[in-house]
């Protein structure tokens, strides 16, 4: 099966996020539960940065995510909107990722 899990900005910033612990926690039982492993990430840029911040590398680092993908949707023109997909090295480098929408 697949799921997709809708989290709030625990810091309710339109710059920065910050998934919600407790709504990230029950993703994480729920998965389990269910027997779901994590394919990506998402979160969108509203202006700024095209790809991965620094910030969004950091945060990566510091959470140990990184066998998964980061999708990051592009905001910046909302008549047309872009998906990347990004994954984070231990070393902080990042590769960006083929993919096809279906």
């Not at 697949?2 to 029950?26: C, G, M």
């Not at 790809?51 to 910046?76: E, F, N, P, Q």
Request: net charge negative; hydrophobic share 35%; charged share 25%.
């Amino acid at each position: 099966g697949k799921h997709l899990y809708q989290t709030t900005n625990a810091v309710k910033s339109p710059v920065r996020y910050q998934i919600d612990p407790q709504e990230q926690l029950d993703a994480e039982l729920d998965a389990e539960k269910n027997g779901w492993e994590y394919l990506a990430f998402y979160h969108s840029h509203t202006r700024g940065h095209v790809g991965l911040s620094s910030t969004d590398v950091r945060m990566a680092l510091d959470s140990g995510w990184l066998d998964i993908c980061y999708l990051l949707v592009l905001l910046h023109d909302t008549d047309e909107p872009r998906l990347n997909a990004y994954r984070v090295t231990a070393m902080g480098e990042v590769i960006e990722e083929p993919f096809e929408v279906v």
